[in-house]
């Protein structure tokens, strides 16, 4: 019998006919973006949803980070300290500004930025740190604060995985300078393609403002340099509908997680990333860690589940320090921890509407 193709994770679509009720008055309004009805909607929402004090919309996840940086007017060339364990719009993001990123090492037990190693990379140079909540696992953000405060440095959180996690009981998107999420059609929660930057000065506001809207601040009016990076009403409105799926769609995914967890713990070779007691979790990926006792490697794994057509990814690697456009070009740091995670990491599919039969066939197949 010939199995259907299973990919890593599966675009969430809310009802069919709730979307075309939805953007019938925005089809008959005729007004299909610049910051319309829909979108002023999807801000007050989402941030009540996310519990953050201000948001802005963008017209992905990408650029909402290339603009906060830029919005943050850092000297040309200064240097923001990242982890390449990451998507490489992290770091594309940073020297897109003209900035040089320092890539610090990552722990083993989250793959977050090891932050007992930020302190010895800081320059008179240094600009910025920009960790990433990567897979949703949070960084730790005391530690972190302590050192941006003690150097006077800016910190923005690439928090693209973390949609919708709490910490300590206020939303992700409140610590730091600002975070940036990603609303792409992969993503937790998505708008098709979008993104948002989040953050408490209400003058990152104004300033992303110019940035996503070309500066322009009347008909005849233009005050700053600025690009294009708006969420389109369409985009609006599949957020909204999602929005109100949300929920049920991490709970979907939570189950199908944990049925891996406690399926897979017990097979040999196989680790999972540490949980933190005081942050929540929003089920975005499925991560799992290939140690030499595990009876393949991790590449031999991905390979015979994509014979079975099952098409696993290798999020993260290679490490975006290693990717042909950033390799040899900045400051050689060691990255072994990085390196291992990218090493033995494989992503496993888990979206709302996998099948609980795959899942267990997944395991099965895992088991070896
Ligand atoms: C998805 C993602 C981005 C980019 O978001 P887009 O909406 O695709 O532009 C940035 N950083 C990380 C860590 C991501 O996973």
Same mark, same amino acid.
């Given at each position: 019998?010939?199995?259907?193709?299973?990919?890593? @994770?599966?675009?969430?679509?809310?009802?069919?006919?709730?979307?075309?009720?939805?953007?019938?008055?925005?089809?008959?309004?005729?007004?299909?973006? *610049?910051?319309?009805?829909?979108?002023?909607?999807?801000?007050?929402?989402?941030?009540?949803?996310?519990?953050?004090?201000?948001?802005? %919309?963008?017209?992905?996840?990408?650029?909402?980070?290339?603009?906060?940086?830029?919005?943050?007017?850092?000297?040309?060339?200064?240097?923001?300290?990242?982890?390449?364990?990451?998507?490489?719009?992290?770091?594309?993001?940073?020297?897109?500004?003209?900035?040089?990123?320092?890539?610090?090492?990552?722990?083993?037990?989250?793959?977050?930025?090891?932050?007992?190693?930020?302190?010895?990379?800081?320059?008179?140079? @240094?600009?910025?740190?920009?960790?990433?909540?990567? $897979?949703?696992?949070?960084?730790?953000?005391?530690?972190?604060? *302590?050192?941006?405060?003690?150097?006077?440095?800016?910190?923005?959180?690439?928090?693209?995985?973390?949609?919708?996690?709490?910490?300590?009981?206020?939303?992700?998107?409140? $610590?730091?300078?600002?975070?940036?999420?990603?609303?792409?059609?992969?993503?937790?929660?998505?708008?098709?393609?979008?993104?948002?930057?989040?953050?408490?000065?209400?003058?990152?506001?104004?300033?992303?403002?110019? %940035?996503?809207?070309?500066?322009?601040?009347?008909?005849?009016?233009?005050?700053?340099?600025?690009?294009?990076?708006?969420?389109?009403?369409?985009?609006?409105?599949?957020?909204?509908?999602? %929005? &109100?799926?949300?929920?049920?769609?991490?709970?979907?995914?939570?189950? &199908?997680?944990?049925?891996?967890?406690?399926?897979?713990?017990?097979?040999?070779?196989?680790?999972?990333?540490?949980?933190?007691?005081?942050?929540?979790?929003?089920?975005? $990926?499925?991560?799992?860690?290939?140690?030499?006792?595990?009876?393949? @490697?991790?590449?031999?794994?991905?390979?015979?589940?994509?014979?079975?057509?099952?098409?696993? &990814?290798?999020?993260?690697?290679?490490?975006?320090?290693?990717?042909?456009?950033?390799?040899?070009?900045?400051?050689?740091?060691?990255?072994?921890?990085?390196?291992?995670?990218?090493?033995?990491?494989?992503?496993?599919?888990?979206?709302?509407?996998?099948?609980?039969?795959?899942?267990?066939?997944?395991?099965?197949?895992?088991?070896?």
């Amino acid at each position: 019998m010939v199995q259907e193709r299973i990919l890593v @994770t599966q675009s969430s679509m809310p009802p069919y006919d709730e979307f075309i009720q939805a953007i019938r008055p925005l089809w008959d309004s005729c007004w299909l973006t *610049n910051m319309g009805a829909y979108h002023k909607e999807l801000e007050i929402k989402l941030k009540e949803y996310l519990d953050v004090p201000e948001i802005s %919309l963008m017209v992905n996840g990408h650029m909402a980070l290339e603009l906060v940086i830029q919005s943050m007017g850092f000297p040309k060339g200064a240097e923001v300290i990242t982890t390449p364990f990451t998507f490489v719009s992290t770091t594309h993001a940073i020297v897109r500004n003209d900035l040089k990123p320092v890539f610090c090492d990552v722990k083993m037990c989250d793959g977050t930025i090891d932050e007992t190693k930020i302190e010895e990379l800081i320059t008179e140079n @240094t600009a910025a740190i920009l960790p990433v909540h990567v $897979y949703g696992n949070i960084c730790n953000i005391e530690a972190i604060q *302590n050192i941006a405060d003690k150097y006077g440095l800016k910190v923005i959180y690439d928090a693209a995985h973390a949609f919708g996690v709490k910490y300590k009981g206020k939303g992700i998107g409140c $610590y730091g300078d600002a975070s940036t999420f990603s609303f792409h059609a992969t993503k937790v929660f998505h708008t098709i393609e979008g993104g948002a930057v989040t953050f408490s000065d209400k003058k990152i506001y104004d300033k992303l403002y110019n %940035l996503k809207n070309f500066g322009i601040r009347g008909e005849d009016l233009v005050v700053a340099v600025g690009a294009n990076a708006k969420m389109n009403e369409f985009s609006a409105v599949m957020g909204l509908c999602n %929005l &109100r799926h949300i929920d049920t769609a991490m709970h979907e995914r939570k189950i &199908r997680y944990q049925a891996y967890r406690e399926k897979l713990q017990s097979i040999r070779g196989m680790r999972f990333f540490e949980d933190n007691p005081l942050a929540g979790k929003n089920y975005a $990926y499925m991560p799992v860690l290939i140690t030499d006792d595990y009876h393949m @490697t991790r590449d031999g794994l991905y390979e015979y589940l994509k014979q079975k057509n099952i098409f696993t &990814r290798k999020y993260f690697y290679p490490l975006t320090s290693e990717q042909a456009c950033f390799k040899n070009k900045y400051k050689n740091v060691q990255l072994d921890h990085a390196r291992e995670l990218s090493k033995r990491v494989l992503a496993l599919p888990i979206y709302e509407k996998l099948d609980m039969q795959n899942v267990y066939r997944i395991i099965d197949l895992l088991k070896g």
